[in-house]
């Protein structure tokens, strides 16, 4: 055999072939070097995400739809102290409209918990734009609430559309079978058990849904599916966490304060706008992973930050609703409610979800609060959301100027405490000043017009003014150091708490009450002061129609004869010692 060194031709043509390879290489690498040291002071100066300018893509106006969430029936008993359980709908949209990116959050909507029924009825409401002609699939899933460990799910409903017209004759409360592939073992066998001796009770319940199409979406962009409303909100009030951060209620006169932690979400109606679309930013290599799980690290942290949201955004019996057909000033003056106007010198943090969801807590500096309020807890580990920052609210002496020159009213120098007087109940009066002072997703201060517009359009009557935490870091500093300041003169961060402290009990709060004292150098509360504010507790309860506390301290009745039995007991020790 010929070698390719014996054969002039073949050697030849491999030596061309090199030299052919060797310039194309060549030809790379000298556009590697052009292009290269461009991207490389780009990627150092500027981390990947914050704004994205992925447009919405590109469909047809889609229908608006309602979906009508009535009862269920036969559910099973998840809790076998009452045979019962506390029951709420997480429901979920699904449609063949392709998302703007694949890691977008779905489209979901959780109902109130029904408390202690097997037959719950909520009459909910959710109203979705841009639901497309190819028709929708909807999730119904049906939870049991269990604030102490994770909620069970009692069973799922499907209900599949493929063609959706403006003339479609819609649902009209049809039951569904509830499917219990997915439910909780034990919740369907105590309601086994229970069907062995009553021959009433059923294994399988129902749901019943009604859906309507109430016309054509009025919109520029079909690609965006998003809730119109009913604008839901929800405070609940952790008081362990109150305690830990050092919050309170802010306390009625002859009224003792109390510990709290308070987070809120508002439905905001939709849609939010399309440039509002921001990516969470890798300004360090574990970031990535913590939200996408991509490596054992980013996973444990993505576990930890999903389980600190839901400890923070819980459900329990302390949990307020409400809800507003769209915006409006009663809505505008239940947010002030909400975020206490302008006592306490408070700064929130807070998130708008890409459907609207506004979820806020309160923070500061100091340790506690500051843990609890990262922006990629409010989020749920959300790869993208639409605007994160910080807010806080300033009343105004002079409701029609300008806000921007205005001090804040009344001024920061409080002798004493808080002040003495209501706040006044107009939104004219107040200002909401809203920020893009976030790390974790970095917000375009170029977007701050667009936000203002669509919180004026959520807040009618509230001033809102806009600021950018670098172009107007001189004025944002100054302000919120009066916030900071006026929260050392009127006290610690307070926030109000429900009054049947259904999450704590009464000698919880005492023991915790009695540490501080301690701490602060102060004797302990005696016996006949905790029956006596157990007293005024039960008196409150009864007021409100509320089942009152049937017992005292060490399990002694609640009566006028046991305060005074507790008072003539500290008399006696007091002159023994």
Known sequence: MVGAEDNPVQANGGHQYAQRLEHKAEALEGKKEKHMPHKEKKESSQPAGGVDETPIPSAPPGYTVKFSFHRATGLPFADINSLSSDPYILAQLNTKIPTRNKQDPNLRWRTPTIRRSVDPVWNSEWIVANVPQSGFALKARIYDEDPADHDDRLGNVHVHLDHLTENWEGIKEQSYKIKKRMGSKRAYFLRGCAAMFNRNIKMSGDLVISVECLGRTETDHGGQLYTVGPCNWSRHVSPMIGRLAGTKEPGKEGE??????????????????????????????????????????????????????????????????????????????????????????????????????????????????????????????????????????????????????????????????????????????????????????????????????????????????TLDCQGDQEKMDKWKGEQRERKKAEGSGRVVIQDDGSSISSSEASDLEDQERVLQGQPKTGKKQRLEEKMHMRKQAEQRGQDAPGEAVNGEPLNEKTVGAAASSETGQNAVS
């Open 256 to 465: 003792t304060e109390k510990y709290g932690f308070q987070s809120t979400q508002i439905q905001l109606a939709g849609p939010v706008p399309s440039s509002l679309y921001h990516r969470y930013v890798e300004f360090k290599p574990f970031v990535s992973g913590m939200f996408t799980s991509n490596s054992l690290r980013g996973w444990i942290l993505n576990r930890a930050l999903h389980k600190q949201h839901s400890r923070i955004y819980n459900y329990d019996r302390s949990t307020v609703y409400g809800s507003f057909p769209e915006p409006s000033r009663d809505m505008t003056l239940q947010f002030l409610d909400l975020v206490h106007f302008d006592q306490g010198g408070r700064i929130y943090t807070y998130v708008i979800t890409l459907d609207g969801q506004w979820r806020f807590t309160e923070t500061g500096k100091e340790f506690g609060i500051d843990l609890l309020s990262k922006h990629t807890m409010h989020s749920d580990v959300n790869i993208y959301i639409a605007y994160s920052g910080e807010f806080f609210i300033r009343r105004l002496k002079h409701p029609h100027q300008s806000p921007d020159n205005q001090p804040t009213h009344p001024p920061v120098e409080i002798d004493g405490g808080p002040p003495s007087k209501e706040p006044v109940k107009d939104p004219e009066y107040y200002s909401l000043v809203i920020d893009n002072d976030s790390g974790t997703y970095r917000p375009s201060n170029k977007l701050l017009p667009d936000l203002k517009k669509f919180m004026q359009h959520q807040l009618p009557g509230l001033k809102i003014v």
